[in-house]
């Protein structure tokens, strides 16, 4: 477990770090400075995790398979809000619940069931860029391109620093690590592009909270993806 926290640790502190400078540091004037500051940040955390995650990793043809399916079921997320009213997502601390549980907890199950199957190294980074090609393809957005292998980068950074442990601890801090981080880096966007501020607590709170959902979506999907793996074997 040791390990595994300290692992933890780090790929919290960049998004955290992230979110605090972004957050502390808005107004419309230094938009283009922080607009260079995420990208080079991101591209650090993407290039680093990327580098050592293919050093390391072995993906077979089935991994590449499972991740391409599961990726195209993760990208039907665009469409599961409209399952609930509209006015649900425009009241405060209710809006929060609905985006938590209508889009992070079941797509946490589906990253969960990915990780159970395999948790390879830049499987992560791979899952998280192919959703991001398909997002792009239904709402194209430029600006958000570098945001989805970051997502994956932090979690493979994660899953390589630990050397899969696989115990308990492991899979709820790795599915913390997706609620967190999910939620902070799509606020950084929000923020820098759209102008979408809100305090810091808030959106460290919220941060927080849905990490703490999607820990337990993704250990009920990694028992799904485990099982599933035990049956291929």
Do not use: C, Q
């Not at 090609?133 to 979690?155: D, H, K, Q, R, T």
């Amino acid at each position: 477990m040791r390990k595994s926290f300290i692992a933890f640790l780090i790929p919290l502190s960049i998004s955290t770090s992230l979110l605090v400078i972004i957050t502390e540091s808005y107004s419309p004037r230094n938009v283009p400075l922080l607009m260079i500051l995420n990208l080079v940040s991101n591209s650090l955390v993407i290039a680093f995790s990327a580098y050592y995650s293919l050093k390391l990793s072995d993906i077979s043809t089935l991994d590449y398979a499972i991740t391409a399916l599961l990726a195209a079921l993760f990208s039907t997320e665009l469409f599961w809000g409209m399952a609930l009213p509209a006015p649900l997502f425009l009241i405060p601390g209710i809006s929060f619940i609905s985006v938590s549980l209508t889009s992070y907890l079941p797509k946490s199950i589906i990253y969960g069931t990915l990780i159970g199957f395999s948790s390879k190294p830049f499987i992560s980074t791979l899952f998280f860029t192919i959703w991001g090609m398909v997002s792009e393809i239904l709402f194209f957005n430029p600006a958000w391109i570098p945001y989805y292998p970051m997502w994956g980068a932090l979690l493979d950074l994660y899953i390589i620093l630990s050397d899969n442990e696989y115990s308990k601890y492991w899979v709820f801090f790795l599915g913390f690590l997706f609620g967190f981080s999910g939620w902070s880096l799509t606020k950084v966007y929000m923020i820098i592009f759209w102008g979408n501020w809100h305090p810091l607590f808030l959106s460290l709170m919220a941060s927080f909270l849905n990490g703490l959902i999607t820990g337990l979506g993704l250990m009920t999907g990694f028992k799904i993806g485990f099982k599933a793996r035990s049956l291929s074997l």
